[in-house]
């Protein structure tokens, strides 16, 4: 196509030689840019290959070919021949390429022609060429993807900054200690019903007894109700936390109770005897170390558990 701006002074290409290539046309011939394209190609891989073609141009004399492109990341190769190769990087880079190449030719004065003609002329083409499919490494049709935590190929855990704290063996202690202070309880109420006189101290045995059992239950119960394997993220997009502190709290009124009611029933015993006895101080003393012992463990135990979203 005529009238397009000089070739010479737009293209993108660094340097630019010239070469001669002849070609047998009229000696009255015009000088005609035939640049045959558009140029159009899916992607090839890390570099794609468009072969140009100029030889439709025609002349009078010996034509010389110059091309030229504004086509970003590219190699054009033998820009002075009359199909040079234009090499594409950016489509193997996920990059589609919507782009122009130039070619102007020159009969170098030789057109034989009056002042009808011109010498040199100069005409243009579209290239288009499609991206690949180029995973976030960069792989062409690579199956990697970024995680939700930016990571390419990541599994989406690296970025919920968690740990796991296993509480079995703090658990295992709760229950056994809530066990003793349980038998602690029936122990001293064995010793109760054998000085009973009256129904209503055998009733208070069997009330005690009965207590005693749901309060152990229900701490045996709250013990075992927090996950073993505990874990504390610090992710909030991802991951919510719940809390543990009711749970916590109920287990420590539960083991207060059992304790409460071991003193009571001491207490009941003293009266019946009428007299205290060495026996009764030291299971006072148990009592009240195992109770400590058990607020202890409970207070080291995380207050809240995570739970995070699959990937």
């Not at 991802?238 to 029933?265: G, M, P, Q, V, Y």
């Amino acid at each position: 196509m005529k009238g397009v701006v000089r070739c010479i002074s737009n293209l993108t290409c660094a340097v630019i030689f010239s070469a001669v290539v002849s070609y047998a046309g009229s000696a009255t011939a015009q000088t005609h840019c035939n640049i045959c394209g558009p140029y159009s190609s899916q992607c090839q891989g890390t570099e794609t290959y468009i072969n140009l073609d100029g030889t439709g141009s025609t002349g009078a004399g010996v034509l010389s070919y110059l091309w030229g492109t504004d086509c970003a990341d590219v190699d054009l190769l033998n820009p002075t021949s009359a199909t040079p190769v234009l090499v594409l990087y950016g489509p193997g880079k996920g990059n589609a390429a919507n782009c122009k190449v130039y070619l102007e030719i020159n009969d170098s004065g030789a057109c034989g022609c009056s002042g009808n003609c011109s010498c040199i002329d100069q005409c243009e083409t579209t290239v288009n060429v499609g991206a690949c499919q180029v995973d976030c490494e960069g792989t062409i049709n690579g199956t990697k993807v970024l995680d939700r935590c930016g990571v390419c190929g990541g599994d989406g855990m690296s970025c919920l900054g968690c740990t796991n704290v296993d509480i079995t063996q703090d658990q295992f202690v709760l229950d056994g200690n809530t066990l003793e202070l349980k038998k602690l309880v029936n122990h001293k109420n064995n010793d109760v019903k054998k000085l009973a006189r009256t129904s209503q101290d055998k009733a208070f045995v069997k009330a005690s007894n009965k207590e005693a059992d749901k309060l152990y239950k229900q701490s045996w119960a709250l013990a075992w109700s927090i996950p073993s394997i505990y874990t504390s993220c610090t992710n909030q997009v991802f991951c919510t936390s719940t809390s543990n502190e009711a749970t916590i709290t109920t287990f420590d009124n539960s083991s207060t109770e059992l304790n409460k009611l071991l003193k009571a029933t001491v207490k009941k015993l003293r009266k019946l005897r009428g007299y205290k006895v060495k026996a009764d101080q030291k299971a006072l003393t148990q009592g009240d170390t195992i109770n400590q012992q058990n607020l202890t463990i409970s207070a080291s135990i995380p207050a809240n558990v995570s739970a995070c979203t699959a990937p």
